[in-house]
């Protein structure tokens, strides 16, 4: 089993400071909100986008998939009572040349193998497509 450690402080009322590894990240902890941090809820869609960013370029040698670049626009709905994601809606964008039948395999793969994305659709309504970028 992988495990993961990850340390959080406050910094003052404004915002709050994660530390893993050597790595920072700035957290929109303020009751009114920032906009050079990503709050709780966006970082769960980053978390979502980076694993399945993460799971392309694990799969895409395995599979000999050829692409020049990966986007993905996530879209996440909270119910406010109580407190829930309720669904997240997704778009992977990828710019390929593959046929459709390698671009479906790809996504196939990326949904099964997701760490993250596996969790997030155990808890709540996870859906999405997979787009041909052409540059």
């Keep these: ?30 009751m009114n909100g920032r906009a050079d941090a990503f709050n709780p809820a966006e970082l769960l869609l980053a978390a979502i986008a980076a694993c399945m960013i993460k799971g392309i370029e694990r799969v895409a040698p395995m599979i000999q998939f050829n692409f ?14 109580p407190p829930f994601m309720a669904s997240i809606t997704y778009d992977l964008i990828v710019d390929t040349d593959e046929d459709d039948r390698r671009l479906e395999l790809l996504h196939q793969n990326v949904r099964k193998y997701g760490t993250i994305s596996n969790t997030i659709a155990a808890a709540t309504k996870l859906e999405g497509q997979i787009i041909r970028r052409r540059s």
Excluded: F, N
């Design 1 to 30: 089993m992988l495990e993961y450690d990850v340390v959080a402080r406050r910094v003052d009322s404004h915002g709050s400071i994660a530390q893993c590894k050597e790595a920072e990240i700035v957290l929109d902890t303020d």
């Design 68 to 81: 020049r670049g990966v986007e993905v626009r996530l879209h996440g709905v909270r119910q406010d009572s």
